[in-house]
């Protein structure tokens, strides 16, 4: 079945710097896409979302983009600091449907 | 405001013993809930959802089993654990079918 996808698997950042965290979709038909952040040994934490209709959005320190002619949504984060050391998770959602589609997750350690 | 409660938070197993995680939230009516199991250093992998009260979809066939017999209650079970039941168990609720709230997780060790 068509799944959400990561471009890589860990980033590491120096602290100060800007992050930016890749994910790939191959459900066209998806509306909604949503980025979590899951620090060790804790549940998954909602950072932001955006649905299809459209193409960037901002939160406090943070900016999701999607690109839907390549499939292509990117969570920004900036300023990293050492709490934005986790693993980040993006899922889709297709219309008319309960369910979260994950992504395999992107280890984000910032060094000091 | 509404919030998920997960208990156990921890919880050691032999192999073929019986497992009752429960997850209830508080705040909101109607919720829709799941269940996740998360390996370690993996992703998320969906179990069960429930969109109303005993209403439940399956999403991998295994031994175990989920239940909601109340509005804001959600539990999942086994009979007999097997080795690879071991792993991590989160509950999350959703109004929209968008946004997923997680609670703070199970981690379920079999021996």
């Known amino acids: 079945g068509e799944s959400v996808g990561l471009h890589l698997p860990t980033l590491s950042v120096q602290e100060g710097d800007n992050s930016i965290i890749n994910c790939a979709y191959s459900?066209?038909?998806?509306?909604?896409f949503i980025w979590y952040k899951q620090e060790s040994g804790k549940g998954p934490q909602f950072i932001i979302d955006i649905r299809s209709n459209m193409d960037k959005r901002q939160g406090q320190r943070v900016t999701v983009l999607l690109n839907k002619t390549v499939k292509h949504l990117s969570l920004q984060i900036a300023a990293t600091q050492p709490g934005d050391s986790a693993v980040y998770f993006c899922a889709e959602k297709a219309p008319h449907d309960y369910k979260l589609s994950f992504g395999a997750g992107t280890t984000v350690t910032v060094r000091a | 405001s509404q919030t998920i409660h997960q208990w156990p938070a921890t919880l050691v197993q032999p192999v073929g013993s019986p497992l009752s995680l429960e997850c209830t939230v508080e705040g909101t009516s109607n919720p829709n809930l799941y269940w996740y199991r998360q390996a370690a250093g993996r992703g998320l992998q969906l179990l069960f959802y429930?969109?109303?009260?005993?209403?439940i979809s399956s999403e991998v066939p295994q031994n175990l089993s989920a239940s909601r017999p109340q509005d804001r209650q959600f539990i999942l079970s086994s009979k007999k654990l097997l080795l690879s039941d071991s792993g991590f168990y989160l509950c999350?609720?959703?109004?929209?079918?968008?946004?997923?709230?997680f609670g703070p997780g199970t981690r379920l060790l079999v021996l």
């Open positions: 459900n066209s038909a998806s509306d909604y």
């Open positions: 999350a609720w959703s109004v929209s079918g968008e946004t997923q709230y």
């Open positions: 429930s969109v109303g009260i005993g209403q």
